[in-house]
């Protein structure tokens, strides 16, 4: 009897990590296409935070596991947060946020998995907090999805675009020359390998064990549901009772239904059906299934999952091919002996558990139209998604798409009475779920009078809770698509936000969706811009700022009233030439007087420097940006006599000479130095 290894939540079975018998993948930089080792992306995360992203099956889970093992091994501290394991309720995340930062603070490396189930909240806090040391990985989002309208969502794709993927061809030619070497066979039928994934390909080899034969994945999950039978009858031998194979596969196959998507089902919806709660426990037990306690639930909810959706693809296609796999199933919910009725179980867990009835028709909508269409010709399935809307407590762009499709519900949802989404937006914490509810419910023709009515407190104690700009953008703007006065939110509200983040790309986006909605941007207090560029050493952030500002039309007055101390002092600081010509040319834009900043600051700069291109991006930005240049006459020749002997970048230097030839610097007994050393 083997034990269930394959199948397992820490790893495939030819992945040992203490006696290093693994397949090491490769990843590609999905910018330059490079293909880096798994050190080379050791030493990546030293200085950054870095998304891994592939398809199901691709050893992203494997990868950062196998991160996190070596670095425990040179005594690091690690921190791994499997979100397929975890529910994180709304009113904990910006709590685990912080503790993540503490933790990043205290040295620790984080490596968080599954990053999509969460809907890249939690990445999209934290990437742009300059963190390092912080890895993420997840599912790449589906053009599909993009494909069948969710144009308001583009931005999401291309902010979730993955740093690296793993090169999974490459990783499964390996792994099939290291199953033939450790268990010495010459052949195996390869064509059956007709697919990229890791985990379907851990199957077919776990039936090869079995039965000395490769099989198409759906056989060898029969093949292993028979053998799993057997084992669990051995491990738990004090049951009065034998574990019958056919019920094991039935609730397999329940849960496959919705894993398949990666939704968990609800526990009690399996033992409702006659199903023993002994059999999910002990599944559990052996890491077959997912057996997780929702931590916001006040009646000891649990929701059972497997731990790949591959693996639920795999057991429906099972299903469908063999009439007595899940027998008893097909048999209690009319599925049919192929699953050809498979929609009857979608109707009959909705109608138990409709509040999780938006997650589940969404992904029905954009992944398995012939279930859709067969619910919607289904009696009383129109009633049901009323009753969907509800009692749901979330809702998906998904779902709000597939209301293109039930035009004749459009009138029953109309007729739903507005407390009932009064009630909605009382309760929701998540700023996106209610835009996405606004969306919906606009599009349906829902008269929005209501929402109009809403006071103005509400919404501002909902923005106060939350860190995320995308998020409150994201609010404001269906806000105001409804017709909601989002000038009637106070100002402090949105102050407060800005003294809170420190990434600009987080204050701009802000400002952006403000002006979308019309807001009066300049009711905001200057005090708190200032603050920002007077608090930030970064040029580039300041840059930002600065542009964002005038690009939402904010009077810039302020800034001409900044002493020009402020930016000497970090002038003095900075080294890159690009970034002080960056700042001149922001400055100048918005009418700052850079004639206040003392030339000294410059002067001591290509003193400073031993770099002729450097000096030559300075002098050149500072002429652009229309600062006097009378100062650089004033150079002791020497300076430049003392550097141009000790040059090799012949490139560099003449485009110096032309550069102070350009300001009114005399540089012909330069040139003489320069000449004479280069070409005698």
């Excluded at 690091?76 to 933790?103: A, H």
């Excluded at 990666?262 to 559990?284: P, S």
Aim: charged share 35%; hydrophobic share 35%; net charge negative.
């Amino acid at each position: 009897m083997t034990l269930p290894s394959f199948y397992r939540p820490s790893g495939y079975k030819w992945i040992d990590f203490e006696k290093d018998y693994a397949v090491e993948p490769n990843l590609r930089d999905k910018n330059s296409n490079k293909k880096l080792k798994l050190e080379d992306l050791m030493k990546i995360i030293e200085n950054k935070s870095i998304f891994i992203g592939g398809g199901p099956g691709s050893g992203k889970s494997t990868i950062i596991k196998y991160m996190g093992y070596k670095l425990v091994n040179k005594n690091k501290k690690v921190f791994i947060l499997p979100l397929k394991d975890v529910r994180i309720p709304e009113e904990q995340r910006n709590s685990i946020i912080s503790l993540i930062q503490q933790s990043v603070d205290k040295g620790f490396y984080i490596f968080i998995d599954d990053v999509h189930l969460d809907n890249y909240k939690i990445m999209s806090q934290l990437r742009g907090k300059g963190l390092k040391q912080v890895v993420f990985s997840g599912r790449v989002e589906k053009e599909k999805e993009i494909e069948k309208g969710l144009v308001s969502e583009k931005g999401k794709f291309e902010e979730h675009k993955p740093d690296y993927e793993p090169i999974v061809e490459e990783t499964f030619k390996a792994i099939i020359e290291k199953f033939k070497e450790k268990y010495n066979v010459e052949n195996l039928n390869e064509e059956l390998f007709n697919h990229e994934n890791l985990m379907i390909l851990s199957i077919q080899l776990g039936g090869w064990e079995l039965n000395r034969k490769i099989s198409p994945p759906e056989e060898a999950v029969y093949d292993y549901t028979s053998e799993k039978t057997g084992y669990l009858n051995e491990t738990f031998k004090r049951k009065s009772y034998e574990y019958d194979a056919d019920e094991i596969r039935s609730i397999l196959l329940a849960i496959s239904f919705l894993y398949k998507y990666e939704i968990g089902i609800n526990e009690d919806y399996i033992t409702n059906l006659g199903f023993k709660e002994d059999y999910i426990e002990n599944l559990a037990d052996i890491k077959e299934v997912g057996l997780v306690n929702v931590l916001e639930s006040k009646v000891g909810k649990r929701i059972v999952s497997l731990y790949y959706s591959s693996i639920a693809e795999v057991i429906i296609k099972a299903g469908e091919t063999w009439e007595d796999f899940g027998k008893p199933l097909k048999s209690k919910l009319n599925l049919g002996k192929n699953l050809e009725n498979m929609y009857n179980f979608y109707y009959d867990y909705l109608k138990q558990y409709p509040e999780e009835g938006a997650v589940i028709l969404g992904e029905l909508y954009f992944y398995n139209e012939e279930v859709i269409n067969k619910l919607l010709n289904t009696q009383g399935f129109d009633g049901l998604v009323v009753e969907v809307i509800k009692k749901m407590n979330t809702i998906t762009w998904k779902f709000r798409n597939f209301m293109e499709r039930i035009g004749k519900i459009i009138e029953k949802i109309k007729a739903i009475y507005k407390g009932v989404f009064e009630e909605k937006i009382e309760k929701w914490d998540n700023l996106l779920d209610i835009g996405k509810l606004l969306y919906a419910l606009q599009y349906v023709r829902y008269d929005m009078e209501w929402v109009r009515n809403i006071g103005s407190s509400v919404f501002e104690d909902k923005i106060k809770g939350w860190n995320n700009s995308e998020a409150i953008g994201g609010l404001l703007k269906a806000l105001s698509d409804v017709g909601y006065d989002i000038n009637r939110l106070d100002k402090e509200v949105f102050e407060e936000k800005i003294k809170e983040r420190n990434n600009p790309l987080d204050i701009i986006y802000l400002l952006e969706a403000l002006q979308y909605v019309r807001y009066d941007i300049d009711r905001l207090d200057k005090e708190v811009f200032e603050e920002k560029i007077k608090e930030w050493d970064d040029p580039l952030d300041i840059v930002y700022l600065l542009e964002a500002l005038q690009y939402v039309r904010y009077d810039m007055e302020w800034v001409r009233n900044i002493g020009s101390s402020v930016f000497e002092d970090k002038i003095k600081r900075w080294d890159d030439p690009w970034d002080i010509g960056d700042l001149l040319k922001a400055l100048k834009d918005v009418e700052y007087d850079i004639s206040e900043i003392g030339s000294c600051v410059f002067e001591d700069k290509i003193k400073e420097w031993d770099s002729p291109w450097a000096i030559g991006i300075l002098l050149k930005a500072l002429k652009e940006a229309g600062y006097n240049m009378k100062w650089v006459k004033r150079i002791d020749k020497g300076v430049f006599e003392e550097k141009i002997k000790n040059w090799d970048e012949r490139e560099d230097v003449e485009k110096l000479l032309k550069v102070l030839e350009d300001v009114g610097y005399d540089v012909r007994g330069l040139r003489e130095i320069w000449n004479c050393r280069n070409y005698g």
